[in-house]
């Protein structure tokens, strides 16, 4: 029987890291086990993990963490997962299907849902980004992505793992040195929380604004023009106008998404820090 290896990158997710392992506990396929590596968290979380492999590492970002877990995984598959997630039971088995099958090298799942739509910064998170009340990716999403959530470990170690220094965009990388895309699983149903205050707002914000821009300086430039105050403060008041159903928390969250992304932007830029 084929086995996997589940690695989890954790920074500072106390909050969400027990519920996370408890939905993997639960799956339908038993093959499996699960590497939790610590990148240099300063808050709860070690002691939230269990039921899992434990690594540490200095605070280095995602794909960092995630190289050093599949370095020590013995699975065949290695399966990548994120600690505010919560998985469905038939999970791992259907995302590994067309793998096992020898379909595909590897997969993703277009079945990712909000976990926590019930607060109002997780639902702003998703209308900022034009993405449907209760689900993380868009309807017309196609079946093919650069995203590997699974991925045999032998194709994975072919290519040295993930791009460290590639900031927010890490999980491309893979797909950019192999020269293919992950395929859609079918049924590999999972949730995932958004932000649900306005720190964690901020800090996933500058965290996702820390990637390569096209054009280069010239793009660099551009995107911070984007997310600057005034340019940022017109955008929000315009979209919560022309959008009646909006809340008025919109203006506030955006202005405060746009400062993340700034303040990342500027540390990736300059500072070449890469972590989130």
């Not at 086990?33 to 610590?38: G, L, S």
């Not at 096992?100 to 993703?108: C, K, L, P, S, Y």
């Amino acid at each position: 029987m084929t086995k996997v290896s589940v690695i989890i990158p954790v920074y500072n997710e106390e909050k969400v890291i027990g519920e996370c392992l408890e939905s993997l506990v639960k799956q339908t396929f038993k093959n499996s086990e699960i590497i939790v590596v610590d990148d240099g968290s300063t808050d709860g979380s070690k002691a939230k993990i269990q039921n899992s492999r434990l690594f540490e590492q200095d605070h280095k970002g995602a794909g960092a963490a995630r190289n050093l877990g599949a370095k020590n995984a013995v699975g065949e598959i290695l399966v990548f997962v994120d600690a505010d997630m919560i998985f469905d039971g038939n999970f791992i088995k259907n995302l590994i299907a067309p793998i096992v099958d020898g379909r595909a090298i590897g997969t993703f799942s277009k079945d990712e849902y909000l976990a926590n739509s019930d607060n109002i910064w997780a639902r702003l998170w998703n209308i900022n980004r034009g993405l449907p009340a209760e689900k993380m990716i868009s309807e017309n999403y196609p079946d093919n992505q650069k995203v590997f959530r699974a991925i045999l470990k032998r194709k994975f170690d072919e290519v040295g793992g993930f791009d460290e220094k590639a900031g927010y965009t890490d999980d491309w990388s893979l797909s950019e040195k192999l020269g293919v895309e992950a395929i859609m699983a079918k049924g590999a149903k999972f949730y995932h929380k958004n932000p649900d205050n306005l720190k964690e707002v901020f800090v996933q914000s500058k965290w996702m604004a820390k990637r390569k821009y096209k054009l280069g300086v010239v793009g660099n430039g551009i995107a911070l023009l984007r997310v600057s105050l005034p340019v940022s403060i017109f955008i929000a008041i315009f979209k919560f106008f022309r959008r009646r159903r909006i809340s008025f928390h919109f203006i506030i969250f955006k202005i405060i998404s746009d400062m993340g992304q700034f303040v990342g932007i500027l540390e990736f830029w300059f500072l070449g820090r890469t972590s989130k």
